[in-house]
């Protein structure tokens, strides 16, 4: 089973940026999906943006033109470069792994802090 452990996070301006990170080991990373969730303060965790393992791509409306995931097979990691950042961005994001040959099998990371404030 993967094991996933996420960094980049922090306190960020408004219109400012961050790149999240997200380590996976332990498994085969082209097997799974990628995505980055986030729950806001006193929210349910919601979904930000998937991708496959071939780069297909999809995104939450809110953060379309703004927010880019991307991955790296070879290095086993998951990115996500937030743009344009705005205090309705502010969360812990997580990472998240979804098995394409063990169905239900979903893997959660620990979660990183996003704080978008002035």
């Known amino acids: 089973q993967v094991q996933l452990v996420e960094s980049g996070g922090g306190l960020v301006q408004p219109g400012g940026s961050l790149r999240l990170s997200c380590a996976a080991s332990g498994s085969i990373f082209s097997t799974y999906v990628m995505g980055w969730y986030r729950q806001p303060p006193g929210k349910q965790r919601e979904l930000v943006a998937t991708i496959t393992s071939g780069g297909r791509t999809n995104y939450e409306d809110s953060v379309k033109g703004r927010f880019t995931i991307s991955r790296d097979n070879a290095k086993n990691t998951v990115y996500l470069q937030m743009n344009s950042l705005k205090p309705e961005d502010t969360a812990v994001y997580y990472c998240?792994?979804?098995?394409?040959?063990?169905?239900?099998?979903?893997?959660w990371g620990q979660g990183t802090q996003v704080t978008v404030s002035s």
């Open positions: 998240n792994a979804q098995s394409i040959v063990i169905p239900g099998l979903s893997v």
